[in-house]
């Protein structure tokens, strides 16, 4: 509930359906279909820690619509991790995956702990613990988990094998994100911040803006950052003016900036597991380090929040500049509505969450189709497949904007809601 805002994620979420609901003209009996999720699962399962003690962790996962396929979506392990975040989530992943016009549902979820806490050993038992008890209702044809916040391909490996020594057969369609080499696809890593910078590249051509001359503020330095941050200077020829990050030592967040550009490749060498940088060795390097908030008053000309939700609010707002033209959501839900409504009337164009960051789903997707296969594509030809997606997810959804008078996120909610409620229809469920 930042930045003034009386409603939490799941009622932003939907919120956001009903508007474009009422845009597409749905039936208000669809609608309720679609405002509220199909199954959710909430789990205390016991977990025996190092030091021989036993630990009961809470544990989500929702199964929001599974209409266009099997419900598909991350698995978060964090420590604020409520249902009600996993509701939004799970409903955001069922946009997602059909604005991309991938055939899956939407699915999310969710352990309530901070990984950081826990040894190696540790994490592998919740891993194993969370799927001894979603076993029955996940797999390839049902629901497939993959990495979220606080997340490793190495997690999904565990889960992965618990899985499958449950079932007694090799399944690794069970699970997405995992390692080369242990069922992973080439390219899943990337593969969110490489659609976070094509989306950008798209946006950036229908608005004439040269990707040469642009520059980009980020928030966050987790997976999608850091990646976002590389490919847009080798994809596109621009400038990263700062990337924040969360410093687990001082618990608190700051910003790393660098007058020459800051280079990803670098900083990704001295950052941990949990995306905190190395402050001594960045200094070092030159970098300036500043407050948390000050990635958002940068002269840029796009922000890409690429952290946790809630972080561009009715608070922060006016720090935004005039010269930003695009916010690409990196991260899920970043920008609350009463923030969302200022930044349109300024004219700044948005690649809403679902659509920015759909490429870790979309290579998701390609992991399971390499899994069923047997048979496992190079990195050209995800990328190139990855690039398809996204750039025809965007055009989709820009067309309806224009077409609609619509803006994006609504734009985007109209592509992915009416699949869905044509697939719904073609069941006969509607
Ligand atoms: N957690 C990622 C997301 O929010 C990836 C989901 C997946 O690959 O299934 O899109």
Not at 143 to 172: F, I, L, N, S
Not at 361 to 386: G, H, P
């Amino acid at each position: 509930m930042a930045g003034g805002s009386t409603l939490n994620s799941f009622q932003i979420a939907q919120q956001q359906l009903d508007k474009a609901a009422a845009a597409l003209g749905l039936d208000p009996q669809v609608t309720a279909v679609l405002r509220e999720p199909t199954r959710t699962f909430v789990l205390n399962f016991p977990v025996r820690m190092d030091d021989g003690s036993i630990r009961v962790f809470r544990g989500y996962r929702v199964q929001y619509n599974d209409a266009r396929g099997p419900t598909k979506g991350g698995l978060r392990f964090h420590q604020d991790e409520t249902l009600d975040d996993v509701k939004a989530l799970a409903a955001w992943m069922t946009w997602k995956c059909a604005v991309v016009d991938i055939p899956l549902g939407g699915g999310k979820g969710g352990i309530v702990v901070d990984p950081a806490t826990l040894s190696e050993r540790e994490k592998e038992r919740v891993c194993r613990g969370w799927v001894d008890q979603m076993w029955k209702n996940i797999g390839p044809r049902m629901d497939v988990p993959a990495p979220d916040v606080g997340t490793t391909p190495q997690m999904m490996g565990w889960m992965m094998d618990e899985y499958c020594k449950r079932v007694g057969e090799y399944t690794p369609g069970v699970i997405t994100g995992k390692l080369v080499g242990g069922g992973g696809s080439l390219g899943r890593t990337a593969a969110t911040g490489f659609g976070v910078v094509v989306t950008i590249r798209e946006a950036l051509k229908v608005l004439k803006i040269d990707s040469k001359k642009s520059t980009v503020a980020i928030q966050g330095f987790g997976n999608v950052a850091q990646y976002a941050a590389q490919l847009f200077v080798e994809l596109l020829g621009g400038k990263v003016l700062c990337v924040s990050c969360w410093d687990r030592g001082d618990k608190k967040a700051y910003t790393f900036s660098k007058d020459s550009g800051v280079d990803g490749k670098f900083l990704q060498s001295i950052t941990d597991q949990y995306g905190t940088i190395d402050k001594a060795k960045a200094k070092a390097a030159g970098y300036v380090i500043e407050d948390a908030d000050a990635w958002l008053s940068k002269p840029a000309t796009i922000l890409i929040p690429a952290a946790l939700g809630n972080s561009i609010t009715a608070d922060n707002v006016s720090k935004i500049q005039d010269t930003v033209k695009i916010i690409a959501e990196g991260a899920n839900g970043p920008t609350v509505p009463e923030a969302e409504a200022i930044l349109l009337k300024k004219g700044i164009t948005f690649v809403p969450d679902f659509l920015c960051n759909a490429g870790g789903v979309t290579c998701s997707y390609f992991e399971q189709v390499q899994n069923d296969m047997n048979f496992y594509w190079t990195e050209d030809e995800v990328n190139k497949r990855l690039d398809d997606k996204m750039s025809a997810a965007f055009r989709a959804v820009h067309e309806m904007a224009q077409t609609k008078k619509v803006d994006m996120r609504i734009a985007a909610y109209m592509v992915a809601v009416e699949r869905v409620a044509w697939a719904m229809h073609m069941r006969g469920w509607i």
